[in-house]
């Protein structure tokens, strides 16, 4: 299976803030992995690992205005799934309004402020995950999520390698991310493409507040690590 990142060539919008409306938070999909707009099975059928023998790229890219329901979907799906793994609740999620959806989606289309990426498998959207720029140059990593069925397939590690680029592309020299102490999982995936734990400073600081650990890895380590992969 290959692993396409595609570039990002779209013009630049403004951050909008998400605002919750006043309307109830929806149930948890039943089914997560198939909401949204798009086409509802997944492409040429059969099981991810068959796709993979069968030569199916998956394919991460940058969000675009357009996919701003399955950033909802797939938002929604992580905090349902992963409960102890964010610090967003579900119902809380569930509140904001498809208008701040799309505002979010566009302004995380492009520019070095934010930006979402989703991985496709096929059709399907099987992961997603969020950078943001902290000036002057780290790159923050939040909302990583790969839907379960689609785990151990090389696309987590393809949507960290998004952000990253998308750092490079800004001169960062590192990403930055929070992990909720006890997800031994996230912290053995994140540590088995390179990153290391924050012993010291302000982020391991604020991030022991919250119950969580930090974690780097410089851009330049990012592309040797991909580079010898
Ligand atoms: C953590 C997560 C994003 C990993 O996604 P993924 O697509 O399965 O990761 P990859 O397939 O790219 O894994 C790359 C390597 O990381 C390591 N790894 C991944 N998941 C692991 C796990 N649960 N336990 C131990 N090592 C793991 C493995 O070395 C793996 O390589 P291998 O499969 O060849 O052995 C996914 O498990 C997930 O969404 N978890 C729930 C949400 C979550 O905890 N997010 C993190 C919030 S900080």
Redesign the pocket.
Known sequence: MQTVIEPDFAPCFDLSPLTASKRAAPPPPADYTTRGQGTESPAGGGTLRDRKEAGVAIVVRRIRPDDWRWLRDLRLA?LA??PQ??GQRYEEAGLTDDRDWLATARASASGDRRAWFIAWDGDRPA?LVQGRRRPPNDCLLFS???APD?????????LVQAVSDWGRSWAASRVI????SG????I??YE??GFRAQPAGPDAASGRLYGALAMERSVAQGEAYEAAK
């Open positions: 992580s799934d992963s793994a964010f992961g990583m999520w790969v689609a785990r151990r397939h090389g696309i987590g590690r393809a991310l929070w992990v909720i997800n031994d999982g996230a053995s995936f088995s493409i």
